[in-house]
């Protein structure tokens, strides 16, 4: 869980809600996902908005075994989603 900054898409944030990890953008609040585990750090966000569809979002692993970014490409958000470690 935690708050991601992409440098031109603002922020998007991880929760864990009732055991099970969500994905928001936060600039839209209908773009909120389900994230069911794919494979190793990969998962994918079935939005809540069905126009939206099913998102991939890939977890990166720093050498520390914390999570440092996130790719979430949503709308076009090519790159990575940085840890915001301000939050």
Excluded: K
Excluded at 19 to 30: C, E, F, Q
Excluded at 37 to 59: C, K, L, N, W
């Amino acid at each position: 869980a935690g708050t991601y900054r992409h440098a031109m898409f603002g922020t998007a944030t991880v929760r864990v809600v009732d055991g099970r990890l969500s994905i928001s953008y936060d600039a839209n609040p209908n773009a909120t996902g389900d994230l069911t585990h794919a494979q190793h750090d990969a998962f994918i966000a079935s939005m809540r908005d069905e126009m939206m569809g099913r998102v991939p979002v890939t977890f990166r692993i720093g050498r520390t075994a914390n999570v440092e970014s996130l790719t979430f490409p949503l709308g076009g958000a090519d790159g990575e989603w940085r840890r915001d470690v301000a939050r």
